[in-house]
């Protein structure tokens, strides 16, 4: 007698802890949207409240990386030295290289005309060009949403060491003490702010003085040597300004 009651007391355990386990499981999957079979005839499906739960944490977190990617979202400016099919090496102003990743289905391509964009492919990035990459950067990687083709230029100020009428020469001393050459050629809008007025006016080669200050813009072309360049524009400020 003592061994059937000791049988079914085990047997009354046995099927309690089971159904403990078939209770903490059927729970543990429906706050999880999923449906899970209690009989072969029965199952249990997410409310309506748990459905709209996890819509919104979905959301939440789309929201969450859109925002990283947001605050991450950066430019880098660079000469490229490698193409391939899966990204552009490039090196910036300060000698540093970065590797732009690019994405078949996400990044674009453009080349820069004055204002406007135009959309182009990838084949048309060459080694030797002037690219700003657009994207999330890690360290040196950029993984880039677009890239553009851009004309680099030189904009700098300083004032007039010397002015060489004979070869339409002007050399410029910087803030940094470097020194350019500056060719002014047939296409260079020249400029000086008249003193009195403060109006920018367009002036011929005889004005430009040495000791006066000057603003310059100037296209990189990389075959630049000795620090020469062929100005684009150049806007000067008689030194009498500043003795007023």
């Keep these: 007698m003592k061994k059937i009651l000791k049988r ?8 309690f802890i089971v159904l403990l386990c078939v209770l903490y499981f059927m729970s543990y999957t429906v706050s999880f949207g999923q449906t899970v079979t209690a009989t072969p005839s029965s199952t249990l499906s997410p409310s309506a409240s748990d459905s709209s739960a996890i819509e919104q944490l979905k959301e939440k977190v789309a929201n969450k990386v859109e925002q990283i990617r947001k605050e991450n979202n950066r430019a880098i400016a660079g000469t490229v030295t490698d193409v391939s099919s899966a990204s552009i090496s490039i090196t910036t102003a300060d000698k540093t290289g970065y590797e732009i990743k690019l994405d078949d289905a996400l990044t674009k391509y453009y080349q820069i005309l004055g204002t406007t ?9 060459k080694k030797g060009g002037y690219v700003i990459a657009e994207g999330v950067i890690n360290d040196k990687t950029i ?3 677009a890239v553009y083709i851009d004309q680099p230029y030189l904009v ?36 000086m702010v008249n003193i009195k007025t403060l109006a920018i006016e367009r002036i011929g080669f005889s004005k430009i003085i040495q000791g006066d200050s000057i603003h310059f ?9 000795d620090n020469t360049y062929s100005v684009d524009k150049i806007l000067i400020v008689p030194q009498e300004y500043f003795m007023k």
């Design 156 to 191: 700098d100020s300083g004032k007039i060491s010397e002015v060489d009428k004979e070869n339409y020469d002007i050399k410029v001393v910087t803030s940094d003490k470097t020194v350019y050459t500056l060719s002014i050629e047939n296409y260079t809008k020249q400029e």
């Design 117 to 125: 964009e135009k959309e182009i492919k990838l084949q048309d990035i």
């Design 8 to 15: 079914e007391s085990s047997i009354k355990l046995v099927v």
């Design 217 to 225: 813009t100037a296209k990189i072309t990389g075959n630049e040597k």
């Design 143 to 145: 993984a880039a949403n």
